[in-house]
RNA sequence: GCCGAGGUAGCUUAGCUGGUCUAAAGCGCUUGACUGUGGAUCAAGAGAGCAUGGGUUCGAAUCCCCUCCUCGGUACCA
């Protein structure tokens, strides 16, 4: 702590060490996701962390300090790279690079973590984990549909159960259909104007900020409680009722909301695309057997601000929990996704269709924890086998290659220190049982097999160090050649 | 980016109207006793110089300023 020289053990700003207990339920998750994707007809695909950052969409930085939000610097021939910030700018690379050889319609996905360069919050870092699957070169509905399919398969297949989550479908093109209606775009131009996203990101942020908050920042804008304002984008009053009329617009069941919808943005061809889009998405889900539990359409719902051209999803956990203050919050958006016909058109120069969403794997896991079970997170820690005598170490290495061989993760105590320490060492790691052959078990053709966790149970009735050593209590004795068999029993006895 | 709260042993904290602090406590850790057994008990012990740099002062963990970092809110979010 107090050297003089050398370096500072720490972690970079916004990354974080993952706890080994973390780890194995997320490679659990991953595995079950991953699952559903094969199922729906997705094939996997590894791409690398680095690409070159003009393939990533991010200009080249002026100077030398690339721009926020990629991490990016030059390789040995001087041409700047930047870790990926999400797998889909990786995956329009790849399409574009092997147009000739992919057959499409194109279905892959793809985990793994990406990086972004931003100020880190809570539950927010800057290397994530993220799980995608999309679909490239097919524009029908149908691909949008299946997507959000896939996305509630998955999320129960990871353990969410049925009615623990909702997908929330919306369709840009309606968006922008009210924006058209309210006349913040023209529907001649159609381009997304900076005033457009203004006001795409106020009705992101009904829920957070409520109805007066969006108003607000439609008209002037408005300051939060920390006292930090928020520009507006400065409608006048007629079109702020406009959009605030879409707002409202949103109906009970899949076919009300498209009703209403088609109402509000009725005089706007790209509205009216959007809605057909969306009726359309409705029927198949319908075929497929997804009920309004699982999949509503949601007007609400903006997504992103870039580059979805149709349709958009995302898929929020509706169960509640209690933050430290003690308030009951949702646990909100764990997944999104959406249409993105323009992206590979950046390489090719014609669009492609392409469609798909993304699970956030680190914020699933965080409400997978609130969910399951304690133990389910457990993972079957080793039986430790002891080296009373270290000049029985053969002996002892022979005793852990019989329990592995029967498929028990085992390991031989190869530390330094006696018997004291070494059931010390079991104990602090959990390990579940320790195997014990000393003097007495060899020579009686025995081992001892002391059950730790029941063991620990039972020390809290026991007074004096008597009858805690001598009566080894949770141990049993057994043949040397039942010692699979024993411990195959204790392990399982200690489950329940 | 902006606003706010903080940074004292591995952890959680006390001290913060300056001196008694070469910094304290609990937990944890190490060693030993109890003589093949983790717990308990008893005994000994290691471990921070108070985020960093500067300033005020005879004297600063305690006051002031910069920076960094953490946490929270807000903004941004491909």
């Not at 969410?160 to 529907?187: D, F, M, P, Q, T």
């Not at 497929?288 to 992103?304: C, K, M, T």
Request: with cysteine.
């Amino acid at each position: 702590m107090n050297i003089e020289t050398g370096p500072i053990p720490r972690l970079p700003r916004g990354f974080r060490d993952i706890p080994p207990e973390d780890v194995l339920l997320r490679e659990r998750m991953i595995a079950s996701v991953c699952s559903v994707y094969r199922r729906y007809g997705f094939e996997p695909l590894e791409t690398p962390h680095i690409e070159y950052l003009d393939a990533l969409g991010k200009h080249l930085p002026d100077v030398d300090a690339p721009d926020g939000g990629v991490f990016a610097f030059r390789d040995d021939s001087a041409e700047w790279v930047a870790l990926r910030y999400d797998l889909t700018a990786p995956l329009a690379r790849y399409v574009a690079e092997h147009e000739k050889d992919i057959v499409f319609p194109y279905r892959r996905y793809q985990v793994g973590p990406v990086f972004r360069l931003e100020k880190p919050g809570p539950g927010r870092f800057r290397e994530f984990y993220q799980c995608d699957f999309d679909t490239v070169g097919a524009g029908s509905p149908a691909a949008d549909a299946e997507a959000c399919c896939a996305l509630a398969d998955a999320l129960e297949a990871a353990g969410v159960e049925r009615g623990g989550y909702i997908v929330k479908i919306n369709n840009r093109k309606a968006l922008n259909g009210a924006l058209e209606a309210a006349g913040v775009v023209s529907a001649a131009d159609g381009s997304a104007s900076d005033n457009s996203l203004v006001v795409l990101r106020a009705i992101d942020k009904l829920d957070r900020v409520g109805m007066d908050g969006v108003i607000r920042l439609l008209g002037e804008g408005r300051k939060d409680e920390s006292g930090d304002f928020t520009k507006g984008a400065g409608l006048s009053n007629s079109q702020i009722d406009s959009i605030v009329k879409y707002l409202r617009a949103s109906g009970s069941g899949r076919t009300d909301v498209c009703d209403t919808l088609f109402e509000a943005v009725k005089d706007s061809e790209t509205g009216r695309e959007g809605v057909s889009e969306l009726r359309a998405i409705h029927d198949m889900l319908s075929a497929a057997g997804f009920g309004e539990d699982r999949a509503v359409f949601d007007p609400l719902i903006v997504r992103g601000l870039a580059y979805y051209t149709g349709p958009v999803f995302e898929a929020a956990l509706t169960f509640e929990t209690t933050d430290e203050r003690g308030e009951k919050k949702q646990f909100g958006s764990v997944a999104g996704g959406g249409r993105y016909d323009t992206l590979v058109e950046r390489f090719l120069g014609r669009k492609v269709p392409a469609t798909g969403a993304s699970i956030g794997v680190d914020r699933l896991m965080s409400a997978l924890k609130q969910l399951l079970p304690p133990d389910a997170s457990a993972y079957s820690a080793p039986v430790l086998v002891t080296a009373m005598d270290p000049s029985l170490m053969p002996e002892y290495q022979k005793l852990v290659f019989e329990i592995r061989s029967a498929g028990i993760p085992a390991e031989l105590f190869t530390g330094s220190g006696g018997f004291r320490k070494q059931l010390k060492y079991a104990d602090r790691r959990n390990l579940p049982l320790a195997v014990i052959c000393g003097e007495d078990e060899l020579n009686s053709g025995t081992v001892s097999i002391k059950d730790l966790l029941l063991g620990r149970e039972l020390s809290k009735d026991i007074k004096d160090r008597a009858a805690w050593v001598d009566d080894r209590p949770a141990q049993i004795t057994a043949p040397r050649s039942e010692l699979v068999a024993t411990i195959k029993r204790m392990l399982s006895d200690n489950i329940k």
